[in-house]
């Protein structure tokens, strides 16, 4: 039995270690590239739906022809699943990744095919288990979003150096922080992957979505908000709004939702996780069948 991975590319099914991206692919060269980022939940895959309608917004607006339509690319992410759900530990999950490029072209108006990734790894449970717990240290970096005048930053694209900047510059602050940025305007915009959100008597607040990726794990907070009757304002807000709020969080694809401690080493007043964190991740994890928490302290050796 194999005991590596295996991920289709570009019309094959192959070991993870085989699938490599040509050194003139504009994937590589230029960024040229968009992608997803899935998770399961006991084994089945979490909004697919969600996943792949935001999949095929980027292809449809970068203008890149996967090859394949969006039915296929369903079945082949779970496929996917399938193929490599023996290796993945007990108890655990895995995420499934679409990345598509434009493929070995010379010039943008080159007609190739695309290239195209979908493959499966083993959850990671470990960098972020004891945050639910003690809390993240969310640093606010220096350098900003792409104005949507630039790239729409609804685009889940792969030119992401000022992610790279805004992760050194927090590192520079806690090795083990999670990155936030500003928008143009100096307003809080979102992770270097992930969603940011503040509360404030008793008020759950999300960035409005103009400088923002409308985050699938966002979509799932605010359908969970409804149903538990918390209210949510969606508005600019500035770090004084962060430093001062009641509860902040960051919101993610595998950890969905992990609370922040700190913001730019200032503590936040209160319990960690708070009242709202804890509504909205009791809420999740009944909603997948599935605790979290316990899955990822378990996952990460916390609970042994």
């Known amino acids: 039995m194999t005991k590596e991975m295996t991920a289709y590319y570009n019309g094959e099914w192959l070991p993870i ?3 490599k991206v040509s050194m003139d692919d504009r994937g590589l060269t230029l960024g040229d590239s968009v992608f997803e980022v899935d998770r399961t939940f006991d084994g089945k895959v979490f909004d697919l739906d969600g996943h792949l309608d935001r999949l095929f917004r980027s292809l449809k607006f970068t203008r890149i022809d996967p090859g394949l339509t969006r039915e296929e690319i369903a079945d082949i992410s779970l496929e996917a699943v399938e193929r490599n759900k023996n ?40 960098r972020y288990a004891h945050l639910y717990d ?10 900003r979003s792409y104005h949507p005048d630039s790239l ?9 150096m000022n992610f790279v900047l805004a992760s050194l510059e927090a590192a520079d602050v806690d090795p083990a922080s999670w990155p936030v940025m500003l928008d143009l305007d100096g ?17 759950l607040k999300t960035p409005n979505d103009r400088a923002i990726l409308q985050g699938i794990s966002r979509k799932a907070i605010l359908e969970l908000a409804k149903d538990l009757d ?5 508005e600019d807000f500035q770090l004084y709004d962060a430093y001062t709020a009641d509860e902040a969080f960051v919101s993610g694809t595998s950890h969905c939702i992990l609370p922040s401690s700190k913001l730019d080493n200032r503590p936040i007043e209160g319990d ?18 599935v605790d979290i928490i316990g899955q990822a302290r378990k996952q990460a050796g916390l609970d042994a």
């Open 272 to 289: 960690t996780p708070g009242p709202i964190v804890r509504r909205l991740l009791a809420a999740w994890s009944e909603k997948v069948g």
């Open 152 to 160: 729409d930053p609804k685009v889940k694209h792969r030119s992401r």
């Open 134 to 143: 003690e809390g993240c240290h969310v640093v606010f970096a220096k350098t």
């Open 230 to 234: 918390i209210p949510v304002a969606y």
């Open 87 to 126: 290796l993945v530990p007990e108890g655990g999950d895995m995420t499934i990744q679409q990345t598509i490029t434009r493929g070995r072209a010379a010039s943008i108006t080159d007609k190739v095919p695309a290239t195209v990734y979908i493959g499966a790894a083993a959850m990671n449970f470990k």
């Open 17 to 19: 270690s085989e699938c």
């Open 187 to 203: 307003n809080i915009s979102e992770g270097t992957g992930f969603n940011f959100w503040i509360v404030k008597d008793g008020v």
